[in-house]
């Protein structure tokens, strides 16, 4: 019998194939990426992405409905987005669920209007949208769905045709991106979206389907800038209470405002981030249950978690002191006490940064920043890891350096999640960016002259970095072998070689130019440090009227990260 109109729970099950199934074929989607880097990560992070609302989902049970269904699938893609393709596939699920949360019954016709919703909203959320990309099929997707509306209304056979054009769309997405044409593969972002939509239409069509593989996404560690383990003397409120309140009532902005006024009175570190028909509390409070008794009066609470900060002092001062006495600390355990509680003491501003590698970091944590989120072209940062980030720093405004072109939209998404803190996405694609936006700040300006001026001077900064190529391809007339050594620019690669220091000076040969003062070179973790002082020697030789300063970066998979200005 044909399938006319999907409840909440059918809808549920479809949408968990649909991830299941870009779950399985993630691996096969990364190998999409048009520069054969080993770093392709489109469908690492599209699944991530949607395994963060696949939990929430699973966690509904058989209590779904199309509202809790709708809230779990939106909320938990935009908090779990990471990379450009999560962030914009969250954006895709949010315009969706705008339009099937006001039905309990979804046809032909509402399922049209919910995906030209989604095409709406993503393409609102990026500043610059590309043809050829993940935009380009889900608008192929919304355009056939609203042919065939009001022609069938048998579901299966309305996404059977659907999605049929959806891969139609995507053939073509090399002919609407040379780049692509040139590597010889489709659009990775399209392609991960046309899995969701044939893993969502297999459950409809009755296919079986292994929700064992759907696991848990790992959410990446972030670590606070600074060793030093924290007096208790300085843990002035000693619970780190965190709750998610259910509303059954009005939370308008005057709700919102004597809430986080009444948490101010009781504590501090406060985070009060409201979304639809759900607000997300943090607090530092010496009485926790004063926090949840005020809660209580908008609605039910879920996620509740409290946390003794003084007896997690405990814990890491026995940890400092075993370290001391040479005993090693487990990795797990490492990792946890990078975490430290946000300072009690408000301040002006601070600074999050994006980071990759010991030396990076404290080069970052050298110039201020307050709190580096791990991360880059291998991991990208959620942004349920930025809004943990901003929780952390306790300041009235607060500048996020992504430092890498595939994590801005995340931070733009934790910026538009924050209400009580002023948050200023300074759009650094770079480390030599990010560092040079940090010499670019000046204390008493103001933030919109400080995001101004930082902004105008990382334009300035030229970026090459060096690795090695995980695939054959041809890109800009360059014909590239698995195994070789690539220079790649800002925009493009730009030399291509079989020894690492020999291609890193064709690169910058390309880079350098009359107006170059300074080139700064940032060694990674696979260079010896005898080697990249003969290579910054070498440099130093070549541009004798140039400064060269050479670092210790530690960064993974580039051998070399060297800017020009």
């Known amino acids: 019998?044909?399938?006319?109109?999907?409840?909440?729970?059918?809808?549920?099950?479809?949408?968990?194939?649909?991830?299941?199934?870009?779950?399985?074929?993630?691996?096969?989607?990364?190998?999409?990426?048009?520069?054969?880097?080993?770093?392709?990560?489109?469908?690492?992070?599209?699944?991530?992405?949607?395994?963060?609302?696949?939990?929430?989902?699973?966690?509904?049970?058989?209590?779904?409905?199309?509202?809790?269904?709708?809230?779990?699938?939106?909320?938990?893609?935009?908090r779990g987005a990471r990379g450009n393709s999560g962030v914009i596939l969250s954006q895709l699920l949010r315009g969706f669920t705008k339009v099937i949360r006001e039905h309990e019954e979804v046809d032909s016709k509402?399922?049209?209007?919910?995906?030209?919703?989604?095409?709406?909203?993503?393409y609102k959320a990026v500043m610059k949208p590309k043809e050829g990309t993940i935009l380009t099929v889900a608008r192929g997707a919304a355009e056939r769905a609203s042919e065939l509306s009001d022609k069938i209304q048998d579901l299966d056979?309305?996404?059977?045709?659907?999605?049929?054009?959806?891969?139609?769309v995507l053939k073509q997405t090399p002919e609407m991106l040379p780049v692509l044409k040139q590597a010889g593969v489709v659009d990775s972002g399209g392609q991960g979206l046309v899995e969701v939509l044939k893993g969502a239409n297999d459950a409809l069509h009755g296919k079986e389907v292994d929700f064992t593989l759907l696991v848990t996404p790992s959410v990446s560690k972030a670590k606070a800038a600074g060793g030093a383990v924290m007096e208790e003397a300085?843990?002035?409120?000693?619970?780190?209470?965190?709750?998610?309140?259910?509303?059954?009532?009005?939370?308008?902005?005057?709700?919102?405002?004597?809430?986080?006024?009444?948490?101010?009175?009781?504590?501090?570190?406060?985070?009060?981030?409201?979304?639809?028909?759900?607000?997300?509390?943090?607090?530092?409070?010496?009485?926790?249950?004063?926090?949840?008794q005020r809660g209580?009066?908008?609605?039910?609470?879920?996620?509740?978690?409290?946390?003794?900060?003084?007896?997690?002092?405990?814990?890491?001062?026995?940890?400092?002191?075993?370290a001391d006495a040479g005993e090693e600390t487990p990795k797990e355990e490492k990792e946890e006490t990078a975490e430290q509680p946000a300072s009690s003491e408000r301040k002006a501003y601070g600074f999050i940064s994006v980071s990759a590698g010991e030396g990076l970091d404290e080069i970052f944590k050298g110039l201020?920043?307050?709190?580096?989120?791990?991360?880059?072209?291998?991991?990208?940062?959620?942004t349920e890891d930025m809004l943990n980030a901003i929780e952390k720093v306790n300041a009235d405004t607060v500048y996020i350096l992504p430092n890498n072109k595939n994590i801005i939209l995340a931070a733009n998404q934790a910026q538009a999640l924050t209400e009580d803190k002023n948050i200023v996405v300074i759009p650094t694609k770079t480390v030599p960016q990010g560092i040079t936006a940090l010499i670019t700040f000046v204390p008493d300006a103001s933030a919109e002259e400080n995001e101004e001026a930082m902004t105008a001077e990382i334009a300035k900064v030229k970026t090459g970095q060096v690795?090695?190529?995980?695939?054959?391809?041809?890109?800009?007339?360059?014909?590239?072998?698995?195994?070789?050594?690539?220079?790649?620019?800002?925009?493009?690669?730009?030399?291509?070689?079989?020894?690492?220091?020999?291609?890193a000076k064709d690169?910058?040969?390309?880079?350098?130019?009359?107006?170059?003062?300074?080139?700064?070179?940032?060694?990674?973790?696979?260079?010896?440090?005898?080697?990249?002082?003969?290579f910054g020697e070498d440099v130093g030789k070549e541009y004798g009227d140039i400064d060269v300063e050479i670092h210790s970066g530690g960064q993974p998979i580039y051998y070399y990260i060297i800017s020009v200005e």
Request: overall charge negative; proline content about 1%; hydrophobic content about 40%.
């Open 1 to 78: 019998m044909a399938v006319q109109s999907l409840d909440a729970k059918l809808i549920a099950k479809m949408f968990l194939a649909g991830a299941n199934n870009l779950n399985a074929k993630k691996e096969w989607i990364n190998e999409l990426n048009v520069f054969p880097v080993p770093d392709g990560d489109t469908g690492t992070n599209m699944t991530l992405t949607i395994l963060s609302a696949a939990k929430e989902v699973t966690n509904l049970g058989d209590s779904v409905n199309m509202a809790s269904l709708c809230k779990a699938i939106s909320s938990g893609s935009l």
């Open 110 to 122: 509402v399922l049209a209007l919910a995906f030209n919703k989604a095409v709406e909203t993503a």
């Open 157 to 168: 056979t309305f996404l059977d045709k659907v999605i049929e054009h959806a891969e139609y």
């Open 234 to 292: 300085d843990i002035k409120f000693g619970y780190c209470t965190e709750f998610i309140i259910m509303l059954d009532k009005i939370f308008n902005a005057k709700n919102e405002l004597d809430f986080k006024g009444y948490l101010e009175s009781i504590g501090d570190s406060i985070v009060c981030v409201a979304d639809d028909d759900v607000v997300k509390v943090h607090v530092h409070t010496n009485d926790p249950g004063l926090a949840i």
């Open 296 to 322: 209580l009066k908008y609605g039910q609470l879920t996620s509740m978690k409290i946390d003794n900060m003084r007896e997690e002092h405990h814990e890491r001062v026995i940890k400092s002191a075993q």
């Open 368 to 382: 201020g920043v307050d709190y580096i989120i791990a991360g880059g072209q291998t991991m990208n940062p959620s």
């Open 467 to 503: 690795t090695y190529a995980v695939r054959d391809t041809v890109i800009d007339d360059k014909e590239i072998k698995q195994g070789n050594i690539m220079g790649i620019g800002d925009k493009t690669i730009l030399s291509v070689g079989t020894t690492v220091e020999d291609t």
């Open 507 to 534: 690169m910058l040969r390309q880079m350098v130019d009359s107006d170059s003062e300074l080139i700064s070179i940032y060694y990674g973790n696979e260079v010896g440090e005898e080697i990249a002082a003969k």
